[in-house]
């Protein structure tokens, strides 16, 4: 089941990426006086009394004048209404009610998302209380006071937002179709990938609503098998700014990614892989998705005997960090090896959700260290004592060892390897966690 997204909403200077550090317990976003400094980090992972949620920043108002905060803002609340499950509206106690706050406000009432109302720099409950109470005049609910650079009230606001998440029940009666999310850069062809492939199988197709959005997943049957995919191409607005296009094209992506089974990282072979490409990339892998990176616009590339291999090294080098992921060059303009997706992603899902017996890995591990000893620290040498797997999706396994500060990086590379090389596990990311064991337990 993915994790429900949570975003913050608010003119420039109410605190929202105070309030983001906080909820996230680090610095992630630079925190200025100066408005429309917030230019890091735009999404984390937030756990509360057993609950995960990914908080969204929406950031990116930059003050010219009161005409560009509320348009911006307007954009903002756009953003969050199409991509996130809750909304935190934030405003300032300090600054009062604003005409930018009652406009904005008639948005998200409308758009029928649970939308909670919180009031910031609430320093002293008694002081400002009857300030807080100025805000119910926007008619969405009861204001919560916090002081996010303070840290008041920040439990009951997350109350009442993880209030609205969807209980267990609801989340057992879940779809079973593999969700396929279509990524990438904008104007890489994600669009005319999905429309090729529906136009090409003469499938039953249906366009359903997003389960918990307003973005259209389209259903495509192959084979007599529905998968579900979801694009993330329709910037809705096309932003003057490119790096608010950006932002809003990552939030997207964050998004349609956290629904997602695997992914399909679109990159454009006339224009190389490049950094964006690689932080796409990244949120896929971060999030443990099955990845298949598809070289698209294949056939407008002049080629000799060595093009593809010199493109699949481009694309490995940048992409080191993801040495797992499937890679297709394929063409959405004449449909070359397109079919072949399908094969792929079947592949791909089928090692997601791969469970490994513990007397096999044991085995081969106790194989691995035996070929290569494990390193030693002052004259300590680490002790690999049993390995088991505890999760699918991405495959999750426990080692647990003598002493956690003896398992290096790349000896856990190595273990990986060797896992690989036995199950294959192709276009699925592993992830291993290290537990220390004295020896008499």
């Known amino acids: 089941m993915s994790k429900p997204i949570v975003a913050i909403v608010g003119r420039p200077n109410v605190g929202k990426s105070t309030l983001f550090n906080v909820l996230a317990g680090e610095q992630i976003s630079i925190v200025k006086d100066t408005p429309g400094v917030t230019r890091d980090r735009i999404y984390t992972d937030v756990n509360w009394l057993n609950l995960s949620f990914t908080l969204i920043d929406t950031g990116g108002i930059e003050p010219e004048s009161d005409d560009v905060i509320l348009s911006q803002m307007r954009e903002q609340a756009e953003i969050a209404i199409e991509t996130a499950d809750v909304i935190i509206f934030l405003t300032d106690v300090r600054q009062g009610l604003v005409d930018a706050d009652a406009k904005v406000a008639d948005m998200l009432r409308r758009s029928k998302k649970p939308v909670v109302l919180v009031v910031n720099k609430v320093d002293h409950f008694q002081k400002y209380m009857p300030d807080v109470y100025e805000f119910y005049q926007l008619g969405i609910g009861d204001p919560v006071p916090v002081s996010a650079g303070s840290r008041l009230g920040i439990g009951d606001m997350l109350e009442i937002v993880t209030s609205y998440f969807p209980s267990a029940q609801e989340e057992t009666q879940t779809d079973e179709r593999p969700k396929i999310a279509v990524v990438g850069k904008p104007n890489v062809g994600k669009s005319s990938i999905i429309n090729k492939l529906l136009g090409e199988n003469r499938v039953i197709v249906s366009n359903i609503a997003g389960t918990t ?118 063409s959405a303009e004449t449909g070359q090896r397109l079919p072949k997706l399908f094969e792929m992603i079947d592949v791909v899902l089928e090692f997601h959700a791969l469970r490994i017996s513990t007397g096999v890995l044991n085995e081969i591990v106790s194989e691995a260290v035996a070929l290569q000893q494990p390193p030693t620290d002052k004259g300590k040498r680490l002790k690999i004592y049993y390995i088991t797997q505890v999760a699918v999706k991405p495959p999750t396994f426990v080692i647990f060892v003598n002493d956690r500060e003896l398992m290096h990086f790349s000896y856990t590379r190595y273990l990986e390897n060797r896992i690989r090389e036995t199950f294959g596990f192709r276009g699925t990311p592993l992830k291993f966690i290290i537990r220390e064991r004295k020896e008499k337990d």
């Open 213 to 330: 959005r307003d973005a259209i997943d389209t259903e495509i049957v192959w084979n007599g098998k529905p998968y579900v995919f979801i694009d993330t191409a329709g910037l809705r607005r096309k932003s003057r700014v490119k790096e608010e296009l950006e932002r809003y094209s990552i939030i997207r992506t964050v998004t349609a990614v956290e629904r997602a089974d695997l992914v399909i990282v679109v990159i454009d072979a006339t224009e190389g892989v490049t950094e964006q490409d690689a932080k796409i990339a990244g949120i896929a892998h971060e999030r443990g998705k099955g990845v298949i990176i598809a070289v698209n616009k294949w056939d407008a590339v002049e080629k000799n005997d060595k093009t593809i291999y010199e493109h699949e090294k481009r694309i490995r080098n940048t992409l080191s960090y993801m040495p797992y992921a499937e890679l297709l060059f394929v």
